[in-house]
């Protein structure tokens, strides 16, 4: 079974410039998460999708960040414009089910805003 | 948000020694998640725990859920070099996972 995929691996850019990432979960997965992962810390939730629609975005920098999952399969999430802080390792993980799921990661992409 | 609190944070250990670690929370949950994170990788699930009590192994990994519900212990025995990496516990509320702080593991050969 393919795991989760993500590209890039890894992006550099400037700040202020846009980036997106993007995702495709295991096939049949309903449930999609973007998490953020800055240096020395624990994964924090950006946005869950179920299916095509937002379960919950309440961490997501609405200001700058943005993430889709058109038709309920590959998702984006684009950071415009970018800014230092973001520097992180984003991951995508995916799980079948919303209670209780058992999600599972994709590689990540790391990115550096100089 | 809930308060998540992994220990120890990192541990340097012998190969071939036993491991314990544990996650403990001021919240309530009804699943824990133990997953391991390699450098450069995602993290990988390892065990899923469903019911206050309940005491689950993979292969040389054993992990408890607490019977407060408060709290998991995950248990490492006679470690190897592949072990390295970092273990974070994410217990599951409502319809998402709360990562720990992460406990980095390092195995002397």
């Known amino acids: 079974e393919a795991g989760v995929a993500q590209s890039p691996r890894y992006k550099i850019i400037e700040k202020r410039q846009s980036v997106a990432f993007w995702c495709n979960p295991i096939?049949?997965?309903?449930?999609l998460y973007w998490y953020q992962q800055i240096l020395g810390q624990g994964p924090k939730l950006l946005i869950q999708?179920?299916?095509?629609?937002?379960?919950?975005d309440s961490q997501l920098p609405k200001d700058r960040f943005s993430a889709e999952r058109l038709k309920g399969v590959d998702s984006t999430l684009k950071i415009q414009p970018a800014k230092l802080e973001d520097s992180a390792v984003y991951l995508c993980?995916?799980?079948?089910?919303?209670?209780?799921?058992?999600?599972?990661f994709g590689q990540g992409t790391r990115l550096t805003v100089v | 948000g809930q308060q998540l609190n992994q220990s120890p944070q990192s541990m340097f250990i012998q190969e071939g020694e036993d491991v314990s670690m544990n996650c403990t929370s001021s919240?309530?949950?009804?699943?824990w998640l133990w997953y391991k994170q390699e450098p450069g990788e995602g993290p990988v699930l390892l065990i899923a725990l469903y019911k206050a009590g309940e005491l689950t192994s993979n292969g040389r990994l054993t992990a408890q859920f607490g019977i407060t519900r408060k709290d998991s212990f995950l248990n490492i025995s006679a470690s190897i070099p592949s072990d390295v990496g970092i273990y974070f516990c994410a217990p599951w509320a409502g319809n998402q996972f709360y990562f720990g702080t992460g406990t980095s593991l390092t195995v002397i050969p």
């Open positions: 993980a995916s799980s079948a089910a919303v209670v209780q799921g058992e999600a599972f």
């Open positions: 919240s309530i949950f009804n699943t």
């Open positions: 999708f179920q299916n095509n629609g937002v379960v919950d």
């Open positions: 096939s049949g997965h309903a449930t």
